[in-house]
């Protein structure tokens, strides 16, 4: 695996996978599935309902054509429970269940996407905002880090993938260096090491060092955390509703209106030949 599971736990501080048994939303004839982690979470006094949305087994099956639909299938059903709320003649509190960040990661293999991730990416990036994150960093040298991140952000450029694009606007001028680490090289630990002046940090043991996952000179863990969680929790909401959710009401909406066109003319059409006949 790519560590997504410790990097979740280690982001909000908590076992997200051990409090409940996943609810399994969608199954496909593949062995991806798309899992759902409910769980309450309460930092300074401020409360969050997270849902985290798993899809263990994705991009390990032999033939992953088409795999993607599973994914592509649960945002447009949150986008479609949100627009039967918002539409209903009595009009309630929608809860929101829609999908507002989606962490892509992406293997460290220092090759560049894959295929199968350009194709995913392609697919979902005008549904979701993507925050593509190298998993496993520590497997690489930061030469080798810098270099993935180039051809990758080429690669995405090159393929005209939109990610997520945090704005400068939301953070001080000082914190600006957060934004030039994506794609993100992260670290995972649900563990603390004890390091030589006797500080207890979260971190990995290696016969090499320690790698600590909250020093930004190891890895990007701290950016990553700080940006979705402490400055654009909210823009990452309100780009959803903007942006990605209006294109899909929009999408939604004008069907309706081609349907019921074409239901007027055909209605027209049986009514001039039931005259024609008389």
């Given at each position: 695996?790519?560590?997504?599971?410790?990097?979740?736990?280690?982001?909000?501080?908590?076992?997200?996978?051990?409090?409940?048994?996943?609810?399994?939303?969608?199954?496909?004839?593949?062995?991806?599935?798309?899992?759902?982690?409910?769980?309450?979470?309460?930092?300074?006094?401020?409360?969050?309902?997270?849902?985290?949305?798993?899809?263990?087994?994705?991009?390990?099956?032999?033939?992953?054509?088409?795999?993607?639909?599973?994914?592509?299938?649960?945002?447009?059903?949150?986008?479609?429970?949100?627009?039967?709320?918002?539409?209903?003649?009595?009009?309630?509190?929608?809860?929101?269940?829609?999908?507002?960040?989606?962490?892509?990661?992406?293997?460290?293999?220092?090759?560049?996407?894959?295929?199968?991730?350009?194709?995913?990416?392609?697919?979902?990036?005008?549904?979701?905002?993507?925050?593509?994150?190298?998993?496993?960093?520590?497997?690489?040298?930061?030469?080798?880090?810098?270099?993935?991140?180039?051809?990758?952000?080429?690669?995405?450029?090159?393929?005209?993938?939109?990610?997520?694009?945090?704005?400068?606007?939301?953070?001080?001028?000082?914190?600006?260096?957060?934004?030039?680490?994506?794609?993100?090289?992260?670290?995972?630990?649900?563990?603390?090491?004890?390091?030589?002046?006797?500080?207890?940090?979260?971190?990995?043991?290696?016969?090499?060092?320690?790698?600590?996952?909250?020093?930004?000179?190891?890895?990007?863990?701290?950016?990553?955390?700080?940006?979705?969680?402490?400055?654009?929790?909210?823009?990452?909401?309100?780009?959803?509703?903007?942006?990605?959710?209006?294109?899909?009401?929009?999408?939604?909406?004008?069907?309706?209106v081609d349907t019921q066109g074409t239901k007027i003319k055909l209605n027209m059409e049986e009514?001039?030949?039931?005259?024609?006949?008389?």
């Open positions: 695996g790519l560590g997504k599971s410790t990097l979740v736990n280690s982001m909000f501080l908590s076992d997200i996978y051990a409090r409940e048994n996943p609810v399994t939303d969608t199954v496909s004839e593949q062995t991806l599935r798309v899992e759902t982690h409910h769980t309450s979470l309460e930092e300074n006094g401020v409360k969050l309902s997270l849902t985290v949305v798993d899809t263990p087994g994705f991009g390990e099956a032999v033939d992953n054509s088409e795999c993607w639909e599973p994914i592509v299938e649960y945002i447009d059903d949150q986008f479609e429970k949100y627009l039967e709320g918002e539409t209903r003649v009595e009009r309630v509190e929608v809860p929101d269940t829609r999908v507002h960040a989606c962490l892509y990661f992406i293997a460290p293999t220092g090759h560049g996407l894959k295929p199968l991730d350009v194709e995913v990416m392609r697919r979902i990036h005008n549904k979701v905002n993507i925050i593509p994150v190298i998993g496993k960093a520590d497997s690489c040298t930061k030469r080798e880090i810098s270099l993935f991140k180039t051809k990758i952000l080429d690669q995405l450029s090159a393929h005209s993938i939109h990610i997520y694009d945090f704005p400068s606007s939301e953070l001080e001028p000082q914190l600006h260096w957060m934004r030039e680490k994506l794609p993100f090289g992260v670290v995972g630990s649900n563990t603390c090491v004890t390091g030589e002046d006797g500080s207890r940090t979260r971190g990995r043991e290696y016969p090499w060092g320690t790698v600590n996952i909250e020093d930004k000179d190891h890895c990007d863990f701290l950016a990553l955390r700080n940006l979705v969680l402490a400055h654009h929790m909210q823009d990452l909401k309100e780009t959803t509703h903007s942006t990605h959710y209006e294109n899909y009401r929009c999408h939604k909406l004008k069907e309706m009514t001039s030949e039931n005259e024609k006949t008389r």
